[in-house]
C-alpha cells in the first residue's frame, strides 16, 4: 500500500471479497524535508499516513518494511545507468526486485498466497503459464513496467485494477469512504521526488563527464558540464539553435561527447536487446519471430521483427519503421502483433532491457539553416 488511490481501493475490493491481508508500506530511507514533497509523489511520510489510515478503516493490520538497504541499489543502478550514458528504468527494476520481490518472499513469511498491486495491468495463470495483459484503461496501462518480472513471481501477483477505469477506481474508493479517492496519481520516481535527477547526481557525489555537443557532422556548438545531464531523445535544454528542432542522439560519457541531430537523426531502425525474459511464450531459440515492441512508457508498440540468440536471453529487434529516442537502458516489452492492422495486441511475451541501438544516417549535408 502506497497510500495512493489505487493500492487502496485494491485492498478494500479484495476485504470484500473476502481475503485475509496485511497492509505493507515500503520505506525508501530516502530523507526527504515533506515541504519538498510533490503532491504527485510517493512514498513520503504523508504517504505512509495516508496507507496507515485506509488500513485501520478496512480493519486489516498495516506494516511499514523499511526496504532502505534494498532501495540503495536501485538508486546506485539509476545513478550508474546516468554514468554510463543511458537511460535507467527504476520502475520497471523496483517491479522485479522489490515489489514482486522483497515483497514476495515477505508475504512467504506471513504464510500469504501472494502480492496484490493497485498496477493498471491484467494478470493470469492459464494452463499453467502466465498470461500478462495491458490494462483495459490504456491511458494508465502499466503492463510494460512489468516486462522484466519472472513469471514465478507473477504467477502469485493480483492486479485487481486491471480491468476497470480509472474514473471507476476514484468512484469506487469514494463511495467506500477511503481518504484517498481523490489523491493526485504519483508521477515521479520516488526517491526523487523534486523530479529532478541532476540533483540527486549532486548530492551522490557522482562524478559528472564534463565536455563538448557537436552535430552529427561533427562541427561543434559548445561544452556542457556532464553528460549525465542528457537522455537520448531529449529535445529542449542542449542549447543547440539551429533554426530546427534539435535532439541529442548519441552519448559517450568517456569523450565527454554529446551528439545532436534532427528528428530523423534520432530514428533507429534497429537495437540490440539483452536479458530478455519471457512470460507465458515459448521463444524460438536461435530463431525469429514477429511482435509489436515498446521502448518506453508512452510509446506505442511498433510492429517488429526479433531474432534471437541460441540462448532466448538476447536479441535483434529490426523495426518495420525507424523509431523515434531509442534509448540504451530503457526496456523494450514484446506484445502480440496482429499482422494484419500492423498494431501490437493486449498480450505481452516478455521483453528486455536495450543495449544499443542503430540510427539512420543523416540524409542532409548539412544542419545550417538560412536565416
Not at 526486485?97 to 504464510?111: C, H, N, R, S
Not at 474508493?173 to 540533483?199: H, M, W
Not at 548519441?250 to 530523423?264: A, F, K, R, S, Y
Request: one cysteine or more; glycine letters at 12%; hydrophobic letters at 35%.
Amino acid at each position: 500500500m502506497s497510500g495512493g488511490v489505487d493500492s487502496s481501493a485494491v485492498a478494500w475490493m479484495l476485504r470484500e471479497a473476502g481475503h485475509d491481508l496485511v497492509g505493507l508500506f515500503m520505506r525508501n530511507g530516502v530523507d526527504i524535508k515533506e515541504s519538498e514533497v510533490s503532491k504527485k509523489s510517493c512514498c513520503s511520510l504523508g504517504d505512509a499516513r495516508d496507507a496507515r489510515m485506509v488500513s485501520a478503516k478496512l480493519g486489516i493490520p498495516f506494516q511499514a518494511i523499511n526496504l532502505s538497504e534494498e532501495f540503495k541499489d536501485v538508486i546506485s543502478y539509476f545513478v550508474s545507468e546516468y554514468g554510463k550514458g543511458r537511460t535507467p528504468n527504476p520502475c520497471a527494476v523496483c517491479n522485479r526486485d522489490l515489489k514482486m520481490g522483497k515483497l514476495m518472499e515477505f508475504a512467504e513469511q506471513l504464510g500469504c498466497d501472494g502480492v496484490a498491486t493497485g498496477h493498471y495491468a491484467r494478470v493470469s495463470v492459464e494452463d499453467g503459464r502466465v498470461r500478462l495483459r495491458r490494462g483495459v484503461d490504456r491511458t494508465k496501462d502499466q503492463s510494460y513496467q512489468l516486462f522484466p518480472v519472472k513469471e514465478k513471481d507473477l504467477k502469485r501477483t493480483a492486479t485487481p485494477l486491471g480491468d476497470l477505469e480509472k474514473v471507476e477506481v476514484r468512484a469506487m474508493a469514494e463511495t467506500a469512504g477511503l481518504r484517498t479517492f481523490a489523491k493526485k496519481d504519483s508521477q515521479e520516481i520516488c526517491f526523487v521526488p523534486s523530479n529532478d535527477y541532476r540533483r540527486l547526481l549532486k548530492e551522490r557525489g557522482v562524478e559528472l563527464h564534463p565536455g563538448r555537443i557537436v552535430d552529427v557532422f561533427g562541427k561543434d556548438h559548445g561544452t556542457h558540464e556532464g553528460t549525465e545531464h542528457f537522455t537520448i531523445g531529449q529535445r529542449r535544454g542542449h542549447g543547440v539553435a539551429v533554426g530546427i528542432p534539435m535532439y541529442v542522439v548519441e552519448i559517450h560519457p568517456d569523450e565527454g561527447l554529446v551528439v545532436v541531430g534532427t528528428e530523423n537523426d534520432c530514428k533507429a531502425p534497429s537495437m540490440v536487446v539483452d536479458d530478455l525474459n519471457w512470460l507465458g511464450f515459448d521463444a524460438p531459440l536461435g530463431g525469429s519471430f514477429r511482435c509489436a515492441v515498446q521502448v518506453r512508457y508512452r510509446h506505442e508498440a511498433a510492429p517488429a521483427t526479433v531474432e534471437l540468440d541460441a540462448t532466448g536471453k538476447r536479441g535483434v529487434v529490426t523495426f518495420d519503421q525507424a523509431q523515434m529516442a531509442v534509448a540504451p537502458g530503457q526496456g523494450a516489452a514484446f506484445y502480440e502483433l496482429d499482422e494484419a492492422t500492423g498494431k501490437g495486441g493486449d498480450l505481452s511475451l516478455g521483453g528486455g532491457w536495450i543495449e544499443s541501438a542503430a540510427r539512420l544516417k543523416s540524409t542532409s549535408e548539412s544542419l545550417e539553416v538560412a536565416g
